[in-house]
């Protein structure tokens, strides 16, 4: 495939044959020589065959290869003539990362590091098919739904503030429980609270790096702090919702006649019935998923409570920022010095609104909104914060964390024979996971480096650094 050099970190696909618009592909030169190879590539150009696709089909520096679209991809689309995709969301809708610090500091937390790693992996229940202690009748599960996280915290379950500090207040309007199937509620209604499997995860860190501290002062982050992530979604209800819906839209894009290029690309028009039933249903598996971070934020909470016996106020676990990395929303951005209603799909990257952003919560309105881009369950994670660079260039998008490089299988291969429980405690990491196989797929070589992934977003203006969290413990799913 032609690929069109911008500068040191853009690329671009030129329009040709079906394409409607370029692709614009963000990377430094050696992600871009081994991606070249992949079919990640092709997968953003066939994003822009699309209808109704708005200036580029984007992809971040994580990229690689999804359902249909690529995952680290941008894909923005006219509210009049263009489509909306289950594929270009994902299936796991609402995916997302949240992140809180508390008063405490490495050296108090690290001798405690064992308990505290078994205490959350016992407390907060994970695994494929894992439930939750909130049971809850369907008329109570689609209230859950229409209201999102503030829904747990009128349990009791969080804050005010960490509302507050949720993209969206965690909460998508649109959200209409009659177009989430039967089947999506019932796999739903036992998992609010509970992790999931895989890449799912949660993680205790201690900040060990500030590039940007004001910003990060405002962030709640100063070096040797330590935080807690959480890297979840919406359980089985979304993968349903994503399931049944395209099932939907292969029918409608063949009624709508929507060339599709690939049969995975399937969409409808977002503004016509079932584009609009579709956005409900995720609107629904998006205030899922809020309510089920939020509920794991609270039992996290009381494990650091129990474990380090201490009060909400000594712990002081406050959020700092929930944002979604799988996610179509209809949002305002300005095209061409024309303001312009779009429908703006995130699969694999996260929201970074610059400084002044309307929809930003009043404590970073002057700063930009956090952007939390976890990188790997040894190397690291970063906090940055959005810039106006991504509002012009991105749709006010940034990377969602390093991005594979080795699936599954070849993850897999790759580890026989190593011992990745010692040697992540031999890099100063606890870890607890359900089994090798899951270690395996997970383990730090089969993401990209963070580093450079978040130097690409950083240099070309699209989100700064404001921190780097080292993981101390890992519970993954
Ligand atoms: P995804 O939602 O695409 O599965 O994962 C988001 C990102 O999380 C991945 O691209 C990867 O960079 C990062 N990641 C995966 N596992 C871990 C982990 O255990 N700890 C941290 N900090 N990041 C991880
Ligand atoms: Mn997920
Ligand atoms: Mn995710």
Avoid at 154 to 173: N, P, Q, S, Y
Avoid at 279 to 288: G, W
Avoid at 401 to 425: C, D, I, N, P, Q
Wanted: net charge neutral; glycine share 10%.
């Amino acid at each position: 495939m032609e690929l069109r050099q911008i500068d040191d970190y853009r690329w671009e696909i030129p329009q040709t044959g079906a394409m409607r618009v370029p692709g614009i592909i963000y990377a430094d030169a050696a992600m871009m020589a081994a991606l070249q190879k992949e079919e990640a590539c092709r997968q953003v150009a066939n994003v822009a065959t699309l209808p109704g696709i708005v200036k580029a089909s984007l992809a971040m520096p994580d990229i690689h290869w999804g359902y249909g679209f690529p995952i680290g991809g941008v894909a923005a689309f006219d509210m009049d003539e263009g489509v909306i995709s289950p594929g270009g969301v994902g299936y796991d809708i609402n995916c997302g990362v949240r992140l809180a610090v508390t008063k405490l500091f490495a050296d108090e937390v690290g001798p405690r590091i064992a308990d505290l790693a078994d205490a959350l992996y016992a407390g907060v229940p994970c695994g494929v098919g894992s439930t939750g202690g909130i049971r809850l009748t369907v008329a109570e599960e689609k209230k859950a739904i229409s209201q999102g996280a503030s829904w747990a915290v009128k349990r009791g379950l969080g804050d005010a503030d960490d509302i507050d500090r949720t993209e969206d207040c965690g909460h998508m309007a649109e959200a209409d429980p009659e177009a989430v199937s039967d089947n999506a509620l019932e796999r739903g209604r036992r998992q609010l609270g509970t992790l999931g499997s895989g890449n799912h995860f949660i993680e205790v860190g201690e900040v060990v790096e500030v590039f940007d501290p004001a910003v990060a002062a405002r962030f709640g982050l100063a070096e040797g702090r330590i935080t807690l992530m959480l890297h979840s979604g919406s359980r089985g209800l979304g993968h349903q919702v994503c399931d049944d819906y395209l099932a939907v839209m292969a029918k409608e894009a063949r009624k709508s006649n929507i060339e599709l290029v690939d049969r995975q690309l399937a969409c409808a028009p977002v503004n016509a019935s079932a584009g609009r039933r579709y956005f409900s249903a995720l609107a629904c598996a998006a205030n899922f998923a809020w309510i089920n971070r939020q509920v794991m934020l609270h039992l996290c909470r009381e494990v650091f409570m129990r474990v380090f016996a201490k009060g909400p106020a000594d712990l002081g676990m406050r959020m700092v920022y929930d944002v979604c990395h799988n996610i179509a929303k209809k949002e305002r951005h300005e095209v061409d010095g024309r303001v312009r209603d779009l429908c703006v799909h995130r699969k694999g990257a996260t929201r970074a609104f610059a400084p002044g952003h309307p929809d930003l919560c009043a404590a970073y309105r002057d700063v930009g909104q956090p952007v939390l881009v976890p990188g790997d369950m040894a190397t690291g994670s970063y906090v940055l914060a959005g810039c106006d660079g991504a509002m012009a260039e991105t749709f006010g998008s940034a990377c969602h964390g390093a991005g594979r490089v080795l699936s599954r299988t070849a993850a897999k291969k790759a580890a026989r024979g190593r011992e990745l429980f010692s040697e992540m405690a031999g890099r100063g990491v606890a870890l607890r996971c359900q089994g090798r196989t899951t270690a395996a797929e997970e383990m730090p070589e089969a993401y990209k480096d963070v580093n450079s992934v978040v130097e690409v977003v950083h240099r070309a203006g699209i989100a700064k650094k404001v921190a780097k969290i080292r993981p101390l413990a890992v519970v993954k799913g």
